[in-house]
């Protein structure tokens, strides 16, 4: 089976395009293959902005994401193996996804893991919440 990856990454995108946000992509900059302004790297990540007014020729491929924009009035191309995408949101109000830290979403999307969660203990029940509701007669 494919990965899932690029195919949440589309659609978080449109998601935000379509509400009127700006979508920025989070990326690990020291992948190999990875094509981004090293002067804007902090930390080895960079966020870009992906809006369609803020870039030209933007591919959001299986593989990679790539486009041309301008950093500091100079024009340049970036190209981000899908990989390196660590996550998409929007600037406005951070919503959006982080994309799994694995490779391959593959395993993931079949419910398979290779660690094994352990069964949560507890001693004490939960204590019960106040309700806002009031009963009306």
Known sequence: MTSSRPYLLRAIYEWIVDNGYTPHIVVAAEMDSV???????????????????????LELGNDRVSFSARFAGSAQYVSVPMAAIQAIYARENGQGMVLSEHGDDADAAD??????????????PPTPRPSHLKVIK
């Open 111 to 124: 419910g398979s893991s290779n660690t094994e969660a352990e069964p949560r203990q507890t001693t004490e």
């Open 35 to 57: 094509q981004v302004p090293r002067q804007f790297v902090d930390n080895g990540v960079i966020v870009l902005n992906v809006a369609p007014s803020a870039v030209r020729d």
